[in-house]
C-alpha cells in the first residue's frame, strides 16, 4: 500500500468571466522547487498552460490570484515520504479585470440559464502613456429598456490620474458609437440585475493616438478627423478634396470657359477628382497679361513616347506672331506667363484610359 496521492481539479466558468481565488493556508513539507509535494495552480485547462503559482512549505498568508481565462487547473501531489499535508483556498467567478495592453478584447458573461443576477463587471483597460484607448462594440444587446438605463446599463468611465468622470450610460441594444478616451485609461461598468436572453456585448480595444493633434493637422489643409486606428482629411463647405486626400481646394471643373485672372484661380479637368471623360476637348481662354500657371496635380494616360492624353499651352507675345505651343503631361509644371496678347489651355482625352487628370492654379504676377 502506498501514501502516494494526485488530484486534480478543473474549474471552468463563462467566457468573459475570470476566477478569483484566495490560498488561505498551505501545509506541505518544504522540498526544492516544490516538484515533490506540491499545490499548483494553472492559469488554463491544460498543463502546458501558465504557472499562477507553485507552493509548498508552511504558508498562512492570505495569498490574492486572479486568472486570466475563464479556466482554472489546480494540481496536488503527495509524495510517500510525506506523513502530513493539507490546504485551503477559496475562489468566486469574476467578471472584469485590470488590463495593461496595446490591444485586447472583452465581452460579458455567457448567456447560459445561470446567468448571473445583480452582476458588476468592471473592466479597466490601460494602454501606454501618450496613447489613449479607442474602444470598439461589435455585439451590444443590454434588453429592450431603450431609454430606462436602471436595471441593466453600461457605464463608461474616464480614468485620468485622481479623477474618474462619467463619460456615457448606454442601454437597449443599438451598438453604441466608438469611444475615444481623454486619457490613457478607461473603465468600463456592466450591469445587469435581471437575466434575459441574448443579453451581453463583445468589445474590442487598441490604442490610439490622435493624428490630427499633430503639428500639421495630419497633412490635412482643411479638418482632420480622427478615427480609431487611423484619419482622414475633411474639406470645408464649398471645397473639394484633391485624389492625395490631404489638400482641399474651391476649382472649377467646367469643360471650358473665359478667365480674367485678377485673383488666385484654380480649373481641372471634368469630373475632376474623378477619372475625366472619354474623347473629350476643353479649351479655357485666358483674357489678361501676366500670370503663373502652377500645376497642383496631373495625372494623364501617357507613354514612353508621347503624351496620349495632354494639356496644351498656346501664348503669342506681342511682339512676335509665331505662336509658342507647350504639350504637357508628365510631371507637375510651373509656366510663368507674361506679355502675352493671346494664351488659352486646351485639354484632350481619347477613348481608352482615363485618369484623374488635372489641378491648375492661374495666379497674377
Known amino acids: 500500500m502506498t501514501d502516494e496521492l494526485y488530484c486534480e481539479w478543473f474549474i471552468k466558468r463563462e467566457e468573459g468571466e475570470y476566477i478569483e481565488f484566495i490560498v488561505d493556508y498551505v501545509n506541505i513539507p518544504d522540498n526544492e522547487n516544490c516538484t515533490e509535494d506540491y499545490l499548483d495552480f494553472l492559469d488554463g485547462y491544460s498543463f502546458s498552460s501558465t504557472y499562477l503559482d507553485s507552493l509548498c512549505g508552511n504558508k498562512t498568508a492570505e495569498d490574492f490570484y486572479i486568472t486570466t481565462s475563464n479556466y482554472l487547473l489546480v494540481l496536488f501531489e503527495r509524495s510517500d515520504r510525506a506523513n502530513f499535508m493539507?490546504?485551503?483556498?477559496?475562489?468566486?467567478?469574476?467578471?472584469?479585470?485590470?488590463?495593461?495592453?496595446?490591444?485586447?478584447?472583452?465581452?460579458?458573461?455567457?448567456?447560459?440559464?445561470?446567468?448571473?443576477?445583480?452582476?458588476?463587471?468592471?473592466?479597466?483597460?490601460?494602454?501606454?502613456?501618450?496613447?489613449?484607448?479607442?474602444?470598439?462594440?461589435?455585439?451590444?444587446?443590454?434588453?429592450?429598456?431603450?431609454?430606462?438605463?436602471?436595471?441593466?446599463?453600461?457605464e463608461i468611465w474616464d480614468r485620468a490620474e485622481n479623477a474618474s468622470n462619467l463619460l456615457h450610460t448606454f442601454c437597449?441594444?443599438?451598438?453604441?458609437?466608438?469611444?475615444?478616451?481623454?486619457?490613457?485609461?478607461?473603465?468600463?461598468?456592466?450591469?445587469?440585475?435581471?437575466?434575459?436572453?441574448?443579453?451581453?456585448f463583445t468589445a474590442s480595444f487598441v490604442k490610439e493616438i490622435d493624428e490630427c493633434e499633430s503639428g500639421d493637422n495630419g497633412g490635412c489643409s482643411d479638418l482632420c478627423v480622427n478615427t480609431i486606428g487611423s484619419y482622414h482629411c475633411e474639406c470645408r463647405k464649398g471645397r473639394h478634396l484633391f485624389p492625395d486626400k490631404r489638400r482641399?481646394?474651391?476649382?472649377?471643373?467646367?469643360?471650358?470657359?473665359?478667365?480674367?485672372?485678377?485673383?488666385?484661380?484654380?480649373?481641372?479637368?471634368?469630373?475632376?477628382?474623378?477619372?475625366?471623360?472619354?474623347?473629350?476637348?476643353c479649351k479655357w481662354e485666358v483674357l489678361n497679361e501676366n500670370f503663373t500657371i502652377s500645376f497642383l496635380h496631373m495625372d494623364f494616360q501617357e507613354t514612353e513616347y508621347e503624351c496620349v492624353d495632354k494639356i496644351k499651352l498656346t501664348g503669342t507675345k506681342k511682339q512676335h506672331t509665331r505662336p509658342i505651343v507647350i504639350n504637357l503631361c508628365g510631371d507637375y509644371k510651373t509656366v510663368n506667363v507674361t506679355q502675352t496678347s493671346f494664351?488659352?489651355?486646351?485639354?484632350?482625352?481619347?477613348?481608352?484610359?482615363?485618369?484623374?487628370g488635372f489641378a491648375i492654379l492661374l495666379e497674377p504676377l
Open 86 to 154: 493539507e490546504f485551503s483556498f477559496r475562489y468566486k467567478v469574476a467578471c472584469g479585470r485590470e488590463i495593461e495592453a496595446d490591444e485586447g478584447l472583452i465581452k460579458s458573461t455567457g448567456n447560459s440559464a445561470d446567468y448571473p443576477y445583480s452582476k458588476d463587471c468592471i473592466w479597466i483597460i490601460t494602454v501606454p502613456e501618450d496613447y489613449r484607448v479607442a474602444l470598439h462594440f461589435q455585439t451590444f444587446n443590454l434588453g429592450n429598456n431603450e431609454t430606462d438605463c436602471n436595471s441593466t446599463y453600461m
Open 172 to 200: 437597449g441594444s443599438e451598438i453604441p458609437p466608438d469611444i475615444l478616451s481623454p486619457k490613457n485609461s478607461l473603465e468600463i461598468k456592466f450591469v445587469s440585475e435581471v437575466w434575459e436572453e441574448g443579453i451581453g
Open 248 to 281: 482641399c481646394e474651391e476649382y472649377s471643373d467646367k469643360c471650358g470657359g473665359i478667365l480674367n485672372v485678377t485673383e488666385p484661380t484654380i480649373i481641372t479637368s471634368p469630373s475632376f477628382p474623378e477619372p475625366y471623360p472619354r474623347n473629350i476637348k
Open 343 to 356: 494664351f488659352t489651355i486646351e485639354f484632350e482625352s481619347d477613348l481608352l484610359i482615363q485618369d484623374t
